[in-house]
């Protein structure tokens, strides 16, 4: 199986960017999907995007859509989301997952669809 470990989580003013990573290790990344999730103090974890197992799709929820972007390297076993223009109520844990499916991103938007799960890391903005 394959193990996650976000990084890169931390404070930041409105309107700045952040970049989180999700180290895997284990298998072969490319064999896995991967997505993005956030949960925000009180609220259900939420889907924030996906990208298929060569990077070749990808799919951002609409809340995030034009201001984060996700991307891999698998060469490096590495998943990245890049978050630009950030907002208060971006503030959440963000997790990473892992799927065997082979579905499109598009349609692994719920938890039940990944079967691993990095710990996740926390971002705070500020307003």
């Known amino acids: 199986q394959v193990q996650l470990v976000e990084s890169g989580g931390g404070l930041v003013q409105a309107g700045g960017s952040l970049r989180l990573s999700c180290a895997a290790s284990?298998?072969?990344?490319?064999?896995?999907?991967m997505g993005w999730f956030r949960q925000a103090p009180g609220k259900e974890r939420e889907f924030v995007g996906g990208?298929?197992?060569?990077?070749?799709?990808?799919f951002h929820a609409d809340s995030v859509k034009g201001r984060f972007t996700i991307s891999r390297d698998n060469a490096k076993n590495t998943l990245y989301l890049q978050m630009n223009s950030l907002k208060h109520e971006d503030t959440a844990v963000y997790y990473c997952?892992?799927?065997?499916?082979?579905?499109?991103?598009?349609?692994?938007?719920?938890?039940?669809?990944?079967?691993?799960w990095g710990q996740g890391t926390q971002v705070t903005v500020s307003s």
């Open positions: 997952a892992a799927t065997e499916s082979r579905r499109p991103p598009a349609f692994m938007s719920s938890q039940e669809d990944y079967g691993y």
């Open positions: 990208i298929s197992r060569f990077g070749i799709s990808t």
């Open positions: 284990g298998r072969t990344f490319s064999n896995y999907a």
